[in-house]
Each structure stands twice: as C-alpha cells, then as structure tokens.
C-alpha cells in the first residue's frame, strides 16, 4: 500500500493578504531586512517589554512555525547585514511576511504613543528646543541610540553613517514615522511594498 507522505506546512491565514513580490529567488533583499530589523528596533526602544511582546504577538498571530521563540527571532533578525552578529543565512519571504504582521500589529497597540512622541517633536521642532525637553521622547531617543550602538556593527558603511546622536535622533524619528503608517488598516500591504521598492521591475 503507498504510504500518503505528509501535506506541506501551508502559510497562516494572515500571510495570504501580502502578495508575493515577484523576486527572482524566495530571499528577501538586503534592504528590506534592514528595514524590518530597524522597525523592530525602534518597538524595543519604545516598549520595555518589546521582545517578549514580539514572541507573543507571533503565538497570537499563529505564526509559531515562523518565529519558533527567543532564539529564532534572533536569528531572524540577525540576517540585518548591519549588525555586530550578523548571520549568514538568508531570510526568506514567508518569514518576513512574519515580520511584517508582527510589526504592524505592534504599531497598532502603539499609536497613541507614536502619535503624542511625533506630535512632541514637531512642536519643540517649531520652538527651535531640543528633544531634552519633552521627558518620553527623550527617553525614546536614548534608548534607542543604546540599543543601535549595542546590536550594530560599527565597521559597517551604513552603521557609520549613524555615528552621532544627532543622526541617530533623525534615523529615530523617521522609524516612527514609518510605524505610524504601519498601524492603520492597510499598514501590513504598506510596509510590505516599500520594502521593495526599487527591487522589483
């Protein structure tokens, strides 16, 4: 009797509403893990239990078979070329698509404070005052720096363009631009395309 080998393990449900990009290979270009790893960076330096808010949402999300726990978000997060540990091993489009609904699921629970952090900003912007001045954005800002400094290779190219605070508080701000537009409706399909723009003809 043949014996019935077992079904592929198929895609969560949620993944289906991001369209394959049309890639010539089932890799995510450099630009786009950069920019998921940098989006997951900016949600650590906003919620101290960032990491473990990360795992949750993926258990929540069903995507378990994806993001399998603490070590292996690591290791996806890792295929970030920018990064001190930086891991060989390519990150495929299906895992990012884990990355992408974790992101924007995140920035969701996180509008309101994105929303008065950008609102402060513009407002001591307008004032010509530092960002010393408005005590969340601030401590936004600082431990973002940290936690960029710590996790980021020094020696890459595009880690020293960061190498003063003043470029790190503008890489800061715009990610929480960026997480803003993640967290209406359509964030997942926005964030989805703009990481590949430029990439596909």
């Known amino acids: 009797m043949p014996v019935d080998s077992p079904?592929?393990?198929?895609?969560?449900?949620?993944?289906?509403?991001?369209?394959?990009?049309?890639?010539?290979?089932?890799?995510c270009p450099r630009r786009a893990r950069i920019q998921l790893d940098l989006l997951l960076l900016a949600i650590e330096a906003l919620d101290l239990g960032g990491s473990e808010a990360?795992?949750?949402?993926?258990?929540?999300?069903?995507?378990?078979?994806?993001?399998?726990?603490?070590?292996?978000?690591?290791?996806?997060?890792?295929t970030n070329p920018m990064r001190r540990y930086s891991q060989r091993r390519p990150l495929d489009i299906e895992e990012a698509k884990a990355l992408v609904m974790i992101v924007c699921t995140l920035s969701r629970?996180?509008?309101?404070?994105?929303r008065q952090l950008l609102v402060g900003y513009q407002q001591l912007a307008d004032k010509q005052?530092?960002?010393?001045?408005h005590f969340r954005l601030a401590d936004y800002l600082?431990?973002?720096?940290?936690?960029?400094?710590?996790?980021m290779?020094?020696?890459?190219?595009?880690?020293?363009?960061?190498?003063?605070d003043e470029k790190l508080d503008e890489l800061a701000?715009?990610?929480?631009?960026?997480?803003?537009?993640?967290?209406?409706?359509?964030?997942?399909?926005r964030l989805w395309n703009s990481l590949f723009d430029g990439e596909v003809s």
């Open 54 to 78: 990360m795992l949750a949402t993926a258990r929540d999300l069903g995507l378990d078979r994806l993001v399998k726990g603490r070590v292996h978000l690591w290791l996806l997060r890792g």
């Open 153 to 164: 290779n020094p020696r890459r190219a595009g880690v020293i363009v960061y190498s003063t």
């Open 109 to 114: 629970r996180l509008t309101v404070l994105v």
């Open 129 to 133: 005052l530092s960002p010393d001045h």
């Open 7 to 27: 079904p592929a393990p198929q895609s969560p449900l949620v993944l289906d509403t991001l369209t394959n990009p049309g890639l010539p290979t089932d890799e």
């Open 173 to 189: 701000i715009e990610l929480l631009q960026r997480l803003l537009l993640c967290s209406g409706v359509l964030g997942p399909q």
């Open 142 to 151: 600082i431990r973002f720096r940290s936690h960029f400094r710590a996790r």
